[in-house]
């Protein structure tokens, strides 16, 4: 059956610019490569405990169809470095967006809105097995955060939660606007949390003919740094980045020495940022189509991988 990819903003646009690298953290002269091309957009990309890279391909409902008409549930995709092959993990992927994986190995999922699960998943590798760790707070859905789907909010706030050891779930921030890509420091004593409030709830529904989206007033654009404590509170320390009226990060990954690695959206300035832990930029690969999310290679693998269109890509570290 004949896939149909239209374009949604710059991410989904069907000719997208070659990435680029430029020196610095990455390897001199080392080129970026597009390794797999999957249906929608690429999210979450995150490296197994083997060092083979899962990611999500987001079929928008309204954007992605069939030559029938017919939109998919999403699907989650697992490259191997070592073959270069792209296998297909799990599809529907109830529309996942961000993925990790936990101490013991399993695939945890954010299962997104537009007809998506809206809830958080984690999958045994082993026997298969998916189990649904949380899909309701206070009895509601979640919607955090929400860009696209006809589902409407119904948390009071858009925030950050955390499940516990027993399974049990805090909303932990409620101050950040409209939280996108976290991370922890090395240390786990700093969460971070990347704000990207477009303006809207569902830009999906805004688009005209042409797929483009109307002029929306976006709020707070920022990486915010909460600090950590015993029990599980986060409190506010800094805005450690403000981007003021420019886009800002969705994915957000930390190195060893704690150093912030960005996924920024500007379509001025696209591609890969790296902050200080104070958050003073410290190098930036240029990027295109804006990226969405980035992980880390694992076991000697010197690469950083890159979701963004419809894509994975990566490019080699130094």
Known sequence: MKTVVLPLLSVLAALVPALRAEESFFKAGAAVEKLFTGQGETEGCTTAPDGTIYFSDITLSRIVKDDRGITQGGHIWRFD????????????SAKSNGLEFDALGHLVACEGADFGGRRISRTDLRTGLCSILTATFDGRPYTDPKYVGPEPLEQPVMGVYCIDARNQVTRVITDAGKPNGICLSPDEKTLYVGVNDNGSSGVDALLDDKHQPPPLRQGLMAILAYDLKEDGA?????????????????GIACDGKGNLWTTARNPARPGIIVYSPEGRELDYL???????????????????????????WRVALK
């Not at 986060?234 to 969705?250: C, E, K, T």
């Not at 990027?287 to 992980?295: F, G, M, V």
Request: glycine residues 10%; proline residues 12%.
């Open 81 to 92: 470095p070592k073959t270069g092959q792209t296998t297909l993990f799990r599809s529907p």
């Open 286 to 312: 240029k990027a295109e189509p804006p990226p969405t999310n980035l992980c880390f290679g694992r076991e000697g693998d010197k690469h950083l991988y890159i979701t963004a269109g419809s894509s994975l």
């Open 234 to 250: 986060a409190v506010f320390r800094s805005i450690l980045v403000n981007y003021g009226s420019d886009p800002g990060p969705d």
